[in-house]
T-cell receptor, first 111, second 114 residues
């Protein structure tokens, strides 16, 4: 059973456009929702994380939006650049060390 | 130093070989993790060490044997692997076991079992 559902599986965006990746969950015990970025041949790197008592968090061109009632959260990448081309994973953590990745989104930003 | 290092970068081994993967961090983190990642899939958790004690073992076959010699080092001993064990093996560390989301990943070891 997939604890965190992620969509789309792949995404192609023009340079300068907005990339949007969505995730959904059911377990209300989750208390941290991070996003990771992974380039080919590298390990994932933490991009940004949000707690469920915050509706939005921004770091540079990356924004997480969180909708607690809908149990959904999303990553927006503003002014997308070719260097943003990577695989993005959402994740969720519950107290007691339960940690789940989403299925991943392969983002390609075309010049 | 916010780096997790892993050696070797690549490893090719036969099904009868014994080899070890190594991971090191000097961030003072007290939780360390082994993950297995297949192509186009998310990392799958294998083991968690919390304060140098094995705290989670996600039903991993006994041909994988973790070891945590001290708070900075994590090893994964491999024996009698199968071709389906070929994958990217990632090590990660986090400040504490309740802050898994802050984990730093190493670059991984690309393992091929022939």
């Amino acid at each position: 059973q997939q604890q965190v559902k992620q969509s789309p599986q792949s995404l192609i965006v023009q340079k300068g456009g907005i990339s949007i990746i969505n995730c959904a969950y059911e377990n209300t015990a989750f208390d941290y929702f991070p996003w990771y970025q992974q380039f080919p041949g590298k390990g994932p790197a933490l991009l940004i994380a949000i707690r469920p008592d915050v509706s939005e968090k921004k770091e540079g061109r990356f924004t997480i939006s969180f909708n607690k009632s809908a149990k959904q959260f999303s990553l927006h990448i503003m002014d997308s650049q070719p260097g943003d081309s990577a695989t993005y994973f959402c994740a969720a953590q519950a107290t007691g060390n339960q940690f789940y990745f989403g299925t991943g989104t392969s983002l390609t930003v075309i010049p | 130093d916010t780096e997790v290092t892993q050696t070797p970068k690549h490893l090719v081994m036969g099904m009868t070989n014994k080899k070890s993967l190594k991971c090191e961090q000097h961030m003072g983190h007290r939780a360390m993790y082994w993950y297995k990642q297949k192509a186009k899939k998310p990392p799958e958790l294998m083991f968690v060490y919390s304060y140098e004690k094995l705290s989670i073992n996600e039903s991993v076959p006994s041909r994988f044997s973790p070891e945590c010699p001290n708070s900075s080092l994590l090893n994964l001993h491999l024996h009698a692997l199968q071709p389906e064990d070929s994958a990217l093996y990632l090590c990660a560390s986090s400040p504490s076991p309740i802050r898994t989301y802050e984990q730093y990943f190493g670059p991984g070891t690309r393992l091929t079992v022939t």
